[in-house]
C-alpha cells in the first residue's frame, strides 16, 4: 500500500543531512566570522523544520487513515479510537513522542536562530551550531533504533489501540505542553553555550533568550500541574502527586530553572553569578534531556513508562557529551566569568537570591538522588530497592516551606545593603499575619504542625507581596487614581517585577491546596444497592447503576446519591469501564469539587450481582491547586507580554575561536 | 520602636512555644488506634500491585486485601518492624517506601549533605565576598534597561504635567 506516510522516512533521512550540513555550516560561519555561511547554516535550520514537518504530516495521516501496515499505527491506534485522541496517539509510543520531540526542537531551534540572525545577533552561529547537532542526534534516533516508520510483513486487521488512561483530554495537553517545556530550554541552553563558545560573556546570551527561558518555564509548570489533574481525575487513588519516578524527572527541570529565573535576575542587575547561571541553564537542559532518557529508556518501572524502548543506550553518551563539552567550557572560559560585583552585605536581595539557589539546588540534589537510587543500588548489591513518597515529602516538604518563606521576604529585602532595624520593621506586619494565622488555626483545633507552619508561612508571604503591591500602587493612589486602575498602572510600568509576584501568588494558593492534604479522610467498603456509606458530614447512598457498551469499551456506572445533614446535595456518577481492546478496566471518577473540599468518589471493582468495590475521598483545598495554577498562568501572561527585552550593549570577546584569535 | 520589636520578639517566642507543645501533644497522641498506626505503615509500603503508589494509595482489590492483613497484623499485636519483616520476606525488599537495608544513612545522608554543604558554601562565598568588597563605590546599580525606562516614564509625566498646564 502506498500512502503519503512513504515520505516521512526519506523526510527524516534529508533532514538528518541537512541539520548536519546546517550545523557544520553555522560552526565554520562562526569560526571564520562569516555571516553567509551562518546564514546558509540558518536556512538549512529551517529546511529540517520544514522536512520534520512533512514525516510529522506523514506519521499523522498514516494514523488517521489506520494504516495498519505501519507497526507504530497498529501498535498505538485502531479503527474504533476516536479522532481526537489519534493526535494523543503521536506522543503515545517511543517513536512517535520522538519524532514530536523532534518537531517541536526544530520547530523552536528555526524560529529562535532566525529571530537572532534578523537582529544581528553575534552569538548564531555557534547557538545554530549546538542546536544542530541536538537536532541531528534526534534525527538519528528516528532513522536507526526508533524508526516510526516501519513497516509490518502481516498486516493485522486492527490495531492494538491506545493506552486507555491516554484516552482523555488532560492527555492531549500535558506531554505537548511537558515536551515544549523541555524542548523549550534548548534555546536559552544553545545560546549560553555560543557564549562560551565565542568568549561574547556579557549579558546578550541570556537578554536574547530571556522569553524562551520563561515560555519554556511556563509550559513545564502547566504541563506538570495538568499532569497533575490528569492524575487526580483519571487514576482514580485520591491524590494528584506521587513522586513518580517520571514526574520526577518533570520536576528536576523545573527546580534547576526556577532556580536560574531567579539567579538571572542578580546578573542583570549586579553582574554577578555568571557562572552559576550558565551552570543552570546546562544543568536544566541536561536534567531535561535525563527525564526523556528515563521515560524512554525503560530503566525505571513506572505507571508512566508505557512506552520501554531500546533507545537508552543513546541517551547516555548525549547527555555525558554534553555535560562534559558543557563544563569543560565552563572551566575554560572561568576568568572572564568573574563577577563584576561583589556581595555587599550579607543582608541583601542578593544574599536572599542565593538562599533561594541553594534550596532549590538542594532539593533537585535530593530528589535526583532518590530518583536514581534504586537502579545504583540495584547496579551494586543487585537488589531491586524503592524510594517512595515517603523519602521525598520528607525531603521536599521542609526545604519547598523554607522556599515560601523566601517568597514573601525575599522582595522586602533590598539591594546591596539592608540594617537589621529597616528589615524588622518592614517584615513586622507579614510577621504578624503569619502568627495570628498559626494561633487562629491552633485554637480552632488544628493539630497538623506541618499543615499550620504552611498556612503560617503563606499568610507571611501573602502579607508581604500584598504589602508590595500596595506601595506599589500607593504612589498612583496618591496621584488620585482608583485602587484597581493604580494597580494596574503599577503592573504595567514593570510587568517582570509585579507578574513575578502574581506568580508568587499563585504558588502560595497551590501550597494552601497541598497542605489541605494534611486533612484528607478516606473510608472504603463493598457496597450493596442500597447501601449507604458516611465519610465527614456526607451520607452517600449507592442508588442505581447502568450497564452500557461502545465499540470501545463496557460500561457499568454507579449512581451515588450525597446527602448533607439529611438534605440532599447531589448525584455523582462514577464509572468503571472495561476498554475491550486491551481488556483493562479503569476508572472515572466522581467528583464534587468546591473551594472548601472535593468529595472523590471511585468504583474500584465490579461484582456479577451489582455490588461494587467503594472507595471515597474527602479532600479538602484541593480546588485551590487548580486556582493557584490559573493564577500562574495569568502572571506568566503579565510577564510574557511585557517589553522585548533592549539588547546590552556587545562587549568585547573574551578570548575568541573567531577570526584572528582561533587557536589550530 | 524598641517596645514594638520586644512584642515581636515575644510573640514569635510564643507561637513557637504553642506549636512545639502542640506537635508534642499530637504526636504522643498518634498511632494509639489500631487502624490508624496500619494506615500509616500503608503509607510506607509501596504497593506490589501498583507501579509507583504506596499501598495506601493504590486503588487495586488486591491491594485492599492487603491493607486488610496489615491491619489483622496490627491487631494480633505485631510491631511495625516485624510486620515490615513479613512483608518483606513475601514481596522482597522492594516493598519498603524507604530502604531499611542497613545503608538507608546513604539514601539520607546526600540530601542532608547537599543542603548543608551547599548552605555552607554559599554562606562561605558570601562572607568573602563581602570582606574583599572593593573600596570603589559603583557608578550604579541599575541596568540599562532601567535607566531607559525611568527617562521615559519621566518624560512622559513631564508631558502629561506640561499638558496640563
Known amino acids: 500500500m502506498t500512502s503519503a506516510a512513504e515520505l516521512g522516512r526519506p523526510a527524516l533521512i534529508a533532514a538528518l543531512a541537512f541539520a548536519s550540513g546546517g550545523g557544520v555550516l553555522c560552526a565554520v560561519g562562526a569560526m571564520r566570522g562569516r555571516s553567509d ?314 544574599s536572599a537570591f542565593l538562599a533561594n539557589n541553594v534550596l532549590f539546588l538542594a532539593a533537585a540534589v535530593a530528589i535526583l538522588w532518590g530518583t536514581i537510587y534504586p537502579v545504583i543500588a540495584e547496579l551494586f548489591t543487585g537488589v531491586r530497592l524503592s524510594v517512595g513518597p515517603p523519602f521525598f515529602n520528607t525531603v521536599f516538604v521542609p526545604t519547598g516551606l523554607a522556599l515560601i518563606l523566601l517568597t514573601g521576604l525575599g522582595p522586602l529585602i533590598s539591594w546591596r545593603r539592608m540594617s537589621k532595624g529597616a528589615l524588622l520593621r518592614i517584615v513586622r506586619g507579614p510577621l504578624i499575619a503569619g502568627s495570628v494565622t498559626i494561633f487562629v488555626l491552633a485554637v480552632v483545633g488544628v493539630r497538623s504542625l506541618g499543615a499550620m507552619v504552611a498556612f503560617g508561612l503563606c499568610a507571611f508571604s501573602f502579607a508581604a507581596i500584598g504589602a508590595e503591591f500596595a506601595r506599589g500602587s500607593g504612589v498612583y493612589r496618591r496621584r488620585g487614581m482608583g485602587t484597581l486602575q493604580a494597580l494596574n498602572e503599577t503592573v504595567a510600568r514593570n510587568r517582570r517585577r509585579y507578574g513575578g509576584y502574581v506568580i508568587h501568588l499563585g504558588v502560595l494558593l497551590i501550597v494552601i491546596g497541598f497542605a489541605g492534604a494534611a486533612f484528607n479522610k478516606e473510608v472504603a467498603r463493598p457496597l450493596q444497592l442500597g447501601d449507604s456509606i458516611n465519610i465527614g458530614a456526607y451520607t452517600m447512598t449507592y442508588a442505581n447503576f447502568r450497564q452500557d457498551s461502545t465499540p470501545e469499551k463496557e460500561i457499568f456506572e454507579a449512581e451515588i446519591e450525597v446527602t448533607r445533614g439529611g438534605s440532599y446535595l447531589t448525584t455523582l456518577y462514577p464509572q468503571r469501564n472495561v476498554h475491550i481492546a486491551q481488556g483493562q478496566p479503569q476508572s472515572e471518577v466522581g467528583i464534587r469539587t468546591t473551594p472548601v473540599e472535593d468529595l472523590y468518589v471511585v468504583v474500584s471493582s465490579v461484582d456479577p450481582d451489582g455490588t461494587i468495590g467503594f472507595r471515597a475521598f474527602v479532600n479538602p483545598l484541593t480546588w485551590w491547586i487548580w486556582a493557584g495554577a490559573v493564577v500562574m498562568v495569568l502572571g506568566m501572561w503579565v510577564v510574557l507580554s511585557g517589553d522585548l527585552p533592549v539588547a546590552v550593549p556587545v562587549s568585547k570577546p573574551a578570548r575568541s575561536f573567531e577570526p584572528g584569535v582561533v587557536k589550530a | 520602636m524598641r517596645i514594638a520589636r520586644r512584642c515581636l520578639r515575644v510573640t514569635t517566642l510564643l507561637v513557637i512555644a504553642f506549636v512545639s507543645v502542640l506537635a508534642l501533644a499530637s504526636s504522643a497522641l498518634a498511632g494509639s488506634d489500631d487502624q490508624e498506626r496500619a494506615t500509616n505503615l500503608s503509607r510506607n509500603i509501596m504497593s506490589p500491585f501498583c507501579p509507583g503508589l504506596t499501598l495506601h494509595d493504590c486503588p487495586s482489590d488486591a491491594s485492599i486485601e492487603l491493607r486488610q492483613e496489615i491491619l489483622t497484623m496490627v491487631q494480633d499485636g505485631m510491631s511495625d518492624a516485624e510486620i515490615m519483616d513479613r512483608l518483606e520476606q513475601q514481596y522482597g525488599p522492594i516493598i519498603s517506601a524507604v530502604p531499611d537495608d542497613g545503608r538507608s544513612w546513604l539514601v539520607w545522608g546526600l540530601p542532608a549533605a547537599a543542603l548543608l554543604g551547599g548552605g555552607t558554601l554559599a554562606y562561605l562565598a558570601g562572607r568573602r565576598w563581602t570582606s574583599r568588597r572593593s573600596a570603589t563605590p559603583e557608578p550604579s546599580a541599575i541596568t540599562v534597561r532601567e535607566r531607559e525606562r525611568i527617562e521615559t516614564e519621566l518624560r512622559s509625566i513631564r508631558g502629561q504635567w506640561g499638558g496640563g498646564r
Open chain 1, 37 to 350: 555561511l551562518t546564514r546558509a547554516g540558518v536556512r538549512a535550520l529551517v529546511a529540517t523544520f520544514a522536512l520534520t514537518s512533512l514525516a510529522t504530516a506523514g506519521l499523522l495521516y498514516a494514523l488517521l487513515t489506520r494504516d495498519f501496515s505501519f507497526e507504530y499505527v497498529s501498535a498505538y491506534s485502531s479503527r474504533s479510537l476516536p479522532v481526537g485522541y489519534t493526535f494523543s496517539a503521536l506522543w503515545g509510543g517511543m517513536e512517535g513522542s520522538l519524532l514530536f520531540w523532534t518537531l517541536l526542537l526544530t520547530g523552536f531551534a528555526a524560529f529562535a536562530v532566525r529571530g537572532a540572525d534578523r537582529r544581528g545577533s553575534r552569538l548564531v552561529g555557534w547557538a545554530g551550531a549546538v542546536l544542530a547537532a541536538a537536532i541531528a542526534f534526534f534525527l538519528l534516533l528516528l532513522v536507526i533504533p526508533a524508526d516510526p516508520f516501519t513497516r509490518l510483513a502481516q498486516i493485522p486487521a486492527d490495531g492494538r489501540g491506545l493506552n486507555p488512561l491516554l484516552q482523555s483530554p488532560g492527555m492531549m495537553i500535558h506531554p505537548p505542553l511537558l515536551y515544549t517545556g523541555f524542548v523549550g530550554f534548548s534555546i536559552p541552553f544553545a545560546f549560553a553555550m555560543a557564549a562560551l563558545l565565542s568568549g561574547r560573556l556579557d549579558e546578550a546570551w541570556f537578554t536574547s533568550t530571556r522569553r524562551w527561558a520563561l515560555f519554556a518555564w511556563s509550559a513545564l509548570s502547566v504541563g506538570i500541574v495538568l499532569g497533575g489533574a490528569w492524575a487526580y481525575t483519571e487514576l482514580g487513588w485520591g491524590g494528584y502527586w506521587a513522586w513518580d519516578p517520571v514526574e520526577n524527572a518533570s520536576f528536576l527541570p523545573w527546580l534547576t530553572a526556577t532556580a536560574y529565573l531567579h539567579s538571572v535576575v542578580i546578573q542583570e542587575k549586579r553582574r554577578m553569578f555568571k557562572v552559576w547561571n550558565i551552570s543552570l541553564i546546562l544543568m536544566t537542559y541536561a536534567l531535561a534531556i535525563f527525564g526523556t532518557f528515563l521515560t524512554r529508556s525503560g530503566l525505571l518501572s513506572s505507571i508512566h513508562t508505557f512506552t520501554e524502548g531500546p533507545i537508552g543506550k543513546w541517551f547516555l553518551p548525549f547527555i555525558g557529551l554534553m555535560l562534559i563539552g558543557g563544563l569543560a567550557l565552563i572551566a575554560l572560559r572561568y576568568d572572564s566569568l568573574r563577577s563584576d560585583n561583589q556581595l555587599d552585605s550579607m543582608l541583601s536581595r542578593e
